[in-house]
Nanobody
Framework: VQLQASGGGLVQAGESLRLSCAAD????????IGWFRQAPGKDREFVAG????????RYSDSVKGRFTISKDDARNTVDLQMNSLKPEDTAVYYC???????????????WGTGTQVTVSS
């Protein structure tokens, strides 16, 4: 499996979750990897991304200041620490990998499995 997301669950508003995207060595070392989410009835949207080198990050305005993306070189994972969760964060979260510099859905080269995050009010 090239990309596999895990860590989702059911939490209450204000609580935290940590998602992990396990990547094979090639993707982990050469691709920019990002987190995306899709709520019921809505389009998939960008959440956060990190460059292959691990130093460049980008966040959507809706999660900036609450979510943190990072790379774990020991585990070959890209993790998303989600704090102060809100009901509107409820979605299936996916990780995607791209060689391009942007975070456009249509430009992702690889997609992982999704993991459900549900935030109750």
């Amino acid at each position: 499996v090239q990309l596999q997301a895990s860590g989702g669950g059911l939490v209450q508003a204000g609580e935290s979750l940590r998602l992990s995207c396990a990547a094979d060595e090639h993707l982990f070392s050469s691709y920019n990897i990002g987190w995306f989410r899709q709520a019921p009835g809505k389009d998939r949207e960008f959440v956060a991304g990190i460059g292959w080198g691990g130093s460049l990050t980008r966040y959507s305005d809706s999660v900036k200041g609450r979510f943190t993306i990072s790379k774990d070189d020991a585990r070959n994972t890209v993790d998303l620490q989600m704090n102060s969760l809100k009901p509107e964060d409820t979605a299936v979260y996916y990780c995607g990998a791209t060689r391009r510099s942007g975070w456009f859905i249509e430009e992702m080269d690889h997609w992982g499995t999704g993991t459900q995050v549900t935030v109750s009010s």
